[in-house]
C-alpha cells in the first residue's frame, strides 16, 4: 500500500506517497512494486513530481527494448510518462474531480500537489473505495461493464498472452477455459508477481521477469490459480466496487445465471460511475423531476 490516507470529508486520498528519482533503476521500481503492493510509482526532483511508472510502462518498455541491459542499468527518465495530471490539495470535492480528468483522459491516477510539492496521490483505487461506501444501490453492473472482452485461453502460452496485452493496450485478459467459462484473469501484476526474478533475489536480467523465448514453453495455466473471482450482471455497481477494494483487483469477470461470460467489470467503469454520479446529482438540483 501507499501509506495512511488523508480524508476529505467522507471521502479521502493517499498521503505519504512512494516515489524514486529518475535516476533510480527498473530494479528500484519493481522492488518497491512487488514489496508494498502498489502498480505505479511517483517519480519526484526537488520534492516536486516529475513522472509516473506504473507496471505496463516496465512491461512494455521490456518487451520493445533490444538492449541486452540489465534492469539495475536501466534508468526511469528512460521510460517514465512525463505527461503528469496533477490536481490541488485545495481543489473542491477533489475525487469528483479526479473522476471527471481519469474518465475523460483515460488514466488511472492523479498527484495532489500543494504548490507543486507532491502532497499526495488519487487513483482508480482510491474512487473505487469511495463508489462502495457512498453509492449503494444506484447502478447494477450491467449498467457499466464492458462487453468487449478480449480472452486467452488457460492452454495459450505465456508469450502469447503478455503479447495481447501489448497488442490491445490492455492491463488484463479474461482466461477461459475451451468452453468459454472464465477461470482467471491474467496481467501484468501476474507476470511480475509470478516472476522468478522476485524469488531468486539475486537476478536482474529481464528474462527472469518477463521471459520471451523461455515462455514459450510456459502457458497461462502456469500462473493462473483455481480460484475466480465473479459477479452477476444483476448485482449492484457498489458491490462489484467493494470487491475490487476487498481483493485489490481492478476488474472481475461478469456472468450470467449459467455462469457464461457476458463482459467484465473494471475500476475504469467504476470510475465513470462515479463521474456520472455526480452529473446526475447536478441535474436533479435544476430538475426534481429528472430521474
Do not use: W
Not at 471521502?11 to 527498473?26: A, F, G, Q
Not at 481519469?102 to 483505487?125: C, H, N, R, W
Amino acid at each position: 500500500m501507499y501509506g495512511r490516507k488523508y480524508c476529505a470529508g467522507n471521502m479521502s486520498y493517499t498521503k505519504n506517497v512512494i516515489t524514486l528519482h529518475p535516476d533510480s533503476s527498473i530494479h528500484d521500481a519493481l522492488l518497491l512494486m512487488n514489496n508494498n503492493d502498489i502498480k505505479r510509482i511517483v517519480i519526484i526532483s526537488d520534492g516536486n513530481p516529475v513522472g509516473i511508472v506504473t507496471e505496463r510502462d516496465i512491461g512494455k518498455f521490456l518487451q520493445n527494448d533490444k538492449t541486452s541491459r540489465m534492469l539495475n542499468q536501466i534508468h526511469l527518465d528512460e521510460i517514465m510518462s512525463r505527461n503528469l495530471f496533477t490536481i490541488s490539495k485545495d481543489q473542491d470535492e477533489i475525487l469528483v474531480q479526479c473522476a471527471i480528468r481519469m474518465d475523460a483522459f483515460q488514466i488511472s491516477s492523479i498527484v495532489v500537489v500543494d504548490e507543486e510539492k507532491l502532497e499526495g496521490i488519487v487513483t482508480k483505487s482510491d474512487l473505487v473505495n469511495n463508489f462502495s461506501k457512498l453509492f449503494t444501490g444506484l447502478y447494477k453492473v450491467k449498467d457499466y461493464m464492458n462487453t468487449n472482452i478480449i480472452t486467452c485461453r488457460k492452454s495459450d502460452s505465456l508469450l502469447f498472452a503478455l503479447n495481447m496485452l501489448n497488442r490491445n493496450k490492455i492491463s488484463r485478459l479474461v482466461v477461459t477455459d475451451n468452453d468459454g467459462k472464465p477461470v482467471g484473469i491474467i496481467s501484468y501484476d501476474t507476470f511480475l508477481r509470478n516472476s522468478p526474478y522476485f524469488r531468486s533475489g539475486a537476478e536482474n536480467t529481464r528474462e527472469y521477469l518477463l521471459p520471451k523465448t523461455s515462455a514459450r514453453g510456459l502457458f497461462v495455466n502456469d500462473v493462473v490459480g483455481n480460484e475466480l473471482l465473479t459477479i452477476g450482471y444483476n448485482d449492484d455497481l457498489a458491490k462489484a466496487a467493494k470487491l475490487m477494494s476487498e481483493y485489490k483487483i481492478s476488474g472481475i469477470p461478469v456472468v450470467n445465471e449459467n455462469g457464461d461470460l457476458e463482459g467484465v467489470v473494471t475500476a475504469t467503469d467504476i470510475v465513470r460511475a462515479y463521474h456520472e454520479v455526480k452529473i446526475h446529482a447536478v441535474i436533479q438540483r435544476n430538475d426534481p423531476h429528472f430521474a
